[in-house]
């Protein structure tokens, strides 16, 4: 097996169970819509469920279930083949893809399992929320940055020669 191939497992699976854990004690521990200060006015662990995507988008159409769950698939399965062509010597790029790939993975278990997503990392200054996110949405957040990180430094070393 290829080191760019035990790189993308290792970290799919890290990041899958780290991602589920997380969110099987949140749930186990904690009442929906509870909150746990971590740091005041900026950081709690809240309880919440996310029908929809990023910013519940499409949290109250009658087809958004099947539209994720499909969404997340084939976004899983394009990370897999554009992660083929990578070059060995990517490792950004390997790592990155297989950031996204779990991340994308983690909530399409809660889709499947729950039919909507456990969300609880709360940041906010006072009263002034983010949306609440979990392991999965950092993992995919993460991975875009490293990705386009990666295509600007691949551009560079392309003009360099």
């Known amino acids: 097996m290829k080191t760019k191939h035990l790189l993308f ?3 799919s699976i890290v990041g ?6 997380t969110k ?3 749930d186990r521990s904690m009442q929906l819509f509870d909150s746990i200060p971590i740091i005041d006015n900026f ?3 809240t309880y919440v469920r996310n029908k929809g995507a990023a910013f519940s988008f499409l949290s109250d159409a009658s087809w958004r279930l099947p539209f994720f769950i499909t969404i997340s698939i084939v976004a899983a399965l394009v990370i897999l083949i554009a992660f083929n062509k990578l070059r060995d010597d990517q490792k950004l790029a390997h790592t990155s893809l297989a950031m996204i790939f779990s991340g994308a993975v983690g909530n399409l278990i809660d889709r499947v ?3 909507e997503v456990i969300d609880f990392l709360d940041v906010h200054w006072y009263r002034h929320h983010w949306p609440a996110f979990n392991v999965a949405d950092s993992l995919i957040c993460v ?9 600007l430094l691949e551009e560079k ?3 360099r020669g």
């Not at 899958?16 to 854990?21: G, P």
């Not at 991975?143 to 295509?151: I, Q, S, Y």
């Open 9 to 11: 497992i290792t970290i």
């Open 16 to 21: 899958i169970i780290i991602d589920q854990i």
């Open 24 to 26: 099987v004690c949140i």
């Open 43 to 45: 950081f709690h662990l």
């Open 113 to 115: 399992r729950l039919g």
């Open 143 to 151: 991975g875009v940055f490293l990705l386009a990180l990666d295509m």
């Open 157 to 159: 070393r392309l003009k």
